[in-house]
């Protein structure tokens, strides 16, 4: 066969999602509406108490209701793998539901109950009747709590010394910041179904990686891997918080023990003890520089919550490990145990509000010293990494900065504060640079040469909404010299095998670098010549020995953050006019995806700024408003003009040049939004949200 050649690559042109049309006319399905006749519906009941023991479960009368077909709980249902460790090697007893007593936090699973319809499961579900032996719990997060600790998992870092280059210098900003609790709440709340299919676990489910959960699933149930099946077509959202989370394991217990299909889809209320979220924090900053700006000395120490189950580190401090060049460091994510449910990955854990902190406290220090706060960066513009010591793979904040603030006129700024107004509004700008880490890990893919010219593609991928499936189209398209409309792209199956989950913005690279070396094996084979056969030509990759063998250095992505406030005198509410991010992150793939990717974490970042905070009560231990009506994230009406653009930056070590856009678009978003609010009144906001009752 003739391979057709395309003389336009398609990698950095926009195109529309291949399954959009699938999407808008609802033919697209999510876990939770996939049919199966016989399908049984599971209702979980969660704790009500914050710290306790379950004495008794009252399933008898809820037997009786009409539907009803099973109340599985800590005393019936089929017994897990104790030694279970998650794909990360840890033993993480959210996925170990039903296994005991023991109430670590509010909401908290107690029992699934299962009925023919999801309205005989909620009413039953609803009239279950748990007795708890309460015990004294604490969810209190505040600055400096007894037992607060570093974490192994998250050791300090230092150079120099801190404390004699802060007395030598002549400017010092030592300031501390507060974030609160914040969801990530995806749109399509976590839903799965599970059955067995002659001698196979089969779950569809909502995820973020179906291999992960696949393995995760069989070690919980003493599975054979190859005996489980999972499948996520399509995702509603995730960032960060579906992996194996307990309603796929109630699904299948529930399957198991019914030998039917049950289908378990969470509740908005339920994701928020559920799912994981970003733990508060509570930061203290310590800058010294020279009257010139140059900085000597940098100090970020952060806490944050976890549970008593589980260790989970919302990593602030290592945002600026990266960032400036320094005599003196010091760094440290502490965390303390308390009555809540595990936080967990929530977009660009660590450097959302790590950025906030250290990019509020670096536009303090450009006031003290006089300088633009863009000027300051840039005098402080590594050459190597500022601990590491190690060069960066490539480093271009300076074009970032340059281009930025050229498209949003920054230059002729009056750097004075409150002097701009117009009516009741005062108006300011600010600025907050922005960077992530640039990983890849190991994944496989088959790509199969069709008798029909066309091109089959399988990778375990998953498109959580951000495009992947188009991006990795276009990717194919162009490793295999053909059009994008010749490639058929399956993903989201764990039978195709190994890959990266859609995670720490390397999913995308990681699974395009395997369809990459897949396609290349592909058509040297077809170079070769000879008919395809029926069954195809498949080649298959691996780059796991690749992918390890790339040399340690500093790989990021950077960004430069601006936003344009005007805040209200009379009520206090700030309202952002326009924001711009320009970013420097590898090979772009879908210029009309990426943007999207970009403005939605700058709108994050917005929603961080002005917003979001879950409030928890004190004598319940649960949330306050655990749902969209209760906890306050950025509307429609609050996003304003918004703008994402980027610089040539292609990886070199990457085959496609892809870095990563899954998470910096938050990043440093919040700092820009409060350094303006500074910039608007003369008042600094060190404490997220910028409520209207603080800006008063
Ligand atoms: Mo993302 S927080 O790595 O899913």
């Not at 000879?530 to 250095?553: F, H, K, N, W």
């Amino acid at each position: 066969m003739t391979t057709p050649t395309t003389a336009v690559a398609a990698v950095g042109t926009a195109h529309t999602r291949v399954e959009g049309v699938a999407k808008v006319t609802g033919a697209a399905r999510y876990a939770g509406e996939v049919p199966y006749p016989e399908l049984a519906h599971g209702w979980l009941v969660l704790s009500t108490v914050a710290r306790g023991r379950v004495r008794a479960v009252r399933s008898a009368p809820v037997l009786a209701m009409p539907g009803v077909l099973a109340v599985l709980h800590h005393e019936n249902a089929p017994r897990l793998n104790g030694g279970y460790t998650n794909a990360f090697g840890v033993p993480d007893p959210i996925a170990q539901i039903f296994q005991g007593d023991h109430v670590p936090y509010s909401g908290w699973p107690v029992a699934l109950v299962v009925a023919e319809t999801p309205e005989q499961a909620r009413e039953a579900a609803e009239a279950l009747v748990v007795e708890y032996d309460a015990e004294p719990h604490d969810v209190v997060f505040a600055a400096g709590l007894p037992g607060v600790y570093t974490p192994e998992s998250a050791p300090a870092e230092t150079k120099g010394d801190l404390e004699a280059e802060l007395a030598a210098s002549a400017v010092v900003v030592d300031a501390e910041y507060s974030t609160p609790e914040e969801h990530h709440s995806p749109m399509e709340p976590h839903a799965a179904v599970a059955r067995w299919d002659g001698g196979r676990l089969e779950v569809i489910d909502s995820n973020q990686g179906s291999r992960f959960v696949a393995d995760e699933l069989a070690k919980l149930f003493s599975l054979d891997p190859e005996s489980v099946r999972v499948r996520s077509e399509h995702v509603g959202g995730g960032f960060g918080s579906k992996g194996t989370r307990p309603h796929s394991v109630a699904a299948a217990m529930a399957a198991t023990v019914l030998h039917r299909p049950v289908r378990v889809v969470m509740t908005r209320r339920q994701m928020f003890s559920l799912v994981g979220y970003r733990s508060p924090t509570a930061q203290r900053v310590r800058l010294g520089a020279d009257a010139d700006g140059r900085l000597r000395a940098v100090e970020h120490r952060a806490e944050s919550l976890t549970s008593t189950v589980h260790e989970f580190v919302e990593r602030c401090a290592e945002y600026g490990r990266t960032m400036y060049g320094c005599d003196a460091h010091h760094s440290v994510s502490r965390v303390v145990r308390l009555d809540v449910p595990t936080p967990s990955w929530m977009r660009a854990p660590g450097e959302a509000p790590g950025s906030f902190a250290l990019e509020s406290a670096i536009d303090e220090l450009a006031e003290k010293c006089g300088l633009d706060p863009i000027e300051l960066r840039l005098r402080n513009e590594p050459d190597v990494g500022p601990l590491s010591g190690l060069p960066f793979s490539s480093r271009n904040l300076v074009g970032c900065f340059e281009e930025g603030a050229r498209r949003f006129g920054w230059a002729g700024r009056d750097p004075r504060p409150g002097v701009r107004r117009e009516g009741r509004w005062l108006l300011g700008t600010g600025t907050a640079a922005a960077t992530f880490p640039m990983l890849s890990a190991p994944s496989t893919a088959a790509v199969t040469a069709e008798p029909d010219g066309t091109f089959t593609v399988r990778i375990t991928a998953s498109d959580i909404g951000t495009g992947a499936r188009t991006a990795l189209t276009l990717v194919a398209a162009d490793a295999l010299e053909t059009e994008p409309e010749r490639i058929r792209m399956r993903i989201a199956d764990s039978d195709f095998g190994p890959a990266m989950i859609a995670g720490g913005s390397m999913g995308t690279r990681s699974w395009a670098w395997a369809i990459r070396v897949a396609a290349a094996e592909l058509r040297e084979r077809l170079v070769l010549g000879g008919a395809v056969p029926p069954e195809g030509i498949t080649a298959r990759s691996d780059t796991s020995q690749a992918v390890g063998a790339l040399p340690p250095m500093e790989r990021h992505t950077f960004g430069a953050q601006f936003a344009e406030v005007a805040v209200d005198v009379t009520s206090g509410e700030v309202r952002v006019r326009r924001m711009l991010g320009v970013f420097a992150a590898g090979r772009i793939v879908n210029p009309l995806t990426a943007r999207g990717q970009f403005v939605g974490g700058m709108v994050w970042g917005l929603s961080m700024a002005l917003h979001e905070e879950a409030v928890r009560d004190r004598a319940t231990g649960g949330h306050v408003g655990a749902d969209l009506a209760g906890y306050h994230f950025a509307a429609h009406a609050d996003v304003p003009h918004i703008e994402a653009d980027w610089v040539d930056d292609p990886d070199p070590d990457d085959p496609v040049g892809i870095k990563g856009i899954g998470e910096i678009g938050v990043v440093g978003a919040a700092a820009a939004i409060a350094n303006a609010v500074w910039h608007a009144t003369g008042v600094r906001h060190r404490n997220l949200p910028i409520r209207p009752d603080r800006v008063l």
